[in-house]
């Protein structure tokens, strides 16, 4: 259950200004770490606000990367390959590991969590040939990291099954409105691209999926205001009621207005991070650091699948992964 969930104990914020905060002393961090070894190299540091953007390009490289497998990859593995990937950058920063590496990291251990199987080799055959070596090196690598970062908890609660069950509502309580499922493919696009907003870390993904299906209605011309007067907020008192209705549109706007950065605004933030990224943090001297790490980040070694289920078993108190 999402209530009881790590997710709304640990990863789920107060408000937007808490997320920057955070963003800006995970930056601020790194900086006055390398401060010295910078100032020798003569580099500039990225600024918050070009770690954010540099990492919204990766999101959209995320999902792209997940369109190429076939059969299609389930959208609740891309919310889950999403939210590690978002997590991660929430208290590392760009400049000591790149995204590209991470999101292709977060990306297989999703794969694992949500029982998309498919071998470290048929995960980079997706790739050109001249970079499947390297990357299957990487992501083998850079595993137990990613599990380190996100503190073991690897449940991710998407709003793609509460939008399923929203829908299934619909058809039983809602008899005026005929054909529920015109609402799935707006609805399911709009959670897709809610996926590079930080929806994720300000409200539950109930009010996501239902935030997906009011844009969707709209779309459609189909409205679905009596069924959440009359169903969803019908136990609430109207003070609740409206709060929800306030917070169903702070969503949508969010979502809309979460526009990829375009090419020409990144180009010179990756100029700029080549430029800042220290040698010992660079791939060959992580080879050296990631030793730090155990035996388990060597490149012939993969955690295995029972692993994963097991530490997920022990953090978050369950017996099994969800459907």
């Known amino acids: 259950m999402f ?28 900086c006055e770490k390398h401060a010295q070894a910078a100032a020798q190299k003569g580099c500039e540091f990225l600024t918050p ?18 369109a190429l497998f076939q059969p299609p990859v389930p959208h609740s593995a891309m919310g889950t390959a999403a939210a590690y990937y978002k997590r991660f ?34 995960f980079v055959h997706v790739l050109a040939p001249q970079f499947r070596a390297r990357t299957a090196e ?9 599990l380190q970062r996100l503190k073991f908890h690897l449940t991710i609660h998407s709003p793609f099954r509460p939008l399923d069950g929203l829908l299934t509502d619909i058809k039983t309580r809602a008899p005026g409105i005929s054909n529920p499922d015109q609402f799935r493919e707006g609805s399911t696009a709009f ?29 459609t011309h189909t409205r679905v205001d009596g069924y959440i007067h009359s ?63 155990g035996s388990a980040t060597k490149r012939s070694k993969v955690i295995p699948h029972s692993s994963i289920l097991n530490a997920q078993t022990e953090v978050e108190g369950i017996s099994r992964l969800p459907d």
Request: aromatic share 8%; with cysteine; charged share 30%.
């Open 138 to 146: 990487m992501v083998l690598r850079d595993e137990l990291l990613l």
């Open 49 to 66: 606000d070009e770690e954010e953007l540099l990492c919204q390009h990766y999101m959209k490289k995320l999902l792209e990367f997940c």
């Open 191 to 219: 959670l897709l691209k809610s996926l590079s907003s930080d929806t994720v870390f300000l409200y539950p993904p109930s009010q996501i999926a239902l935030a997906a299906l009011v844009h969707s209605s709209r779309q």
């Open 89 to 122: 950058f929430l208290n590392s920063s760009v400049m000591e590991y790149h995204p590209r590496d991470i999101f292709l990291s977060a990306v297989y251990l999703a794969f694992k969590v949500e029982e998309y199987n498919v071998s470290v080799d048929q």
């Open 3 to 30: 209530h009881t969930s790590s997710q709304q104990k640990y990863w789920l914020f107060p408000s937007h200004e808490e997320l920057k905060r955070r963003r800006i002393e995970t930056n601020k961090a790194y």
């Open 231 to 293: 169903v969803v907020l019908k136990a609430e008192a109207p003070l609740t009621g409206q709060k929800l209705l306030d917070t169903l549109q702070r969503i949508e706007d969010m979502v809309l207005q979460a526009d990829l950065p375009p090419s020409s605004k990144v180009a010179p933030i990756e100029r700029k991070l080549e430029r800042c990224r220290l040698q010992e943090l660079s791939p060959k001297g992580r080879k050296r650091k990631s030793e730090e790490v």
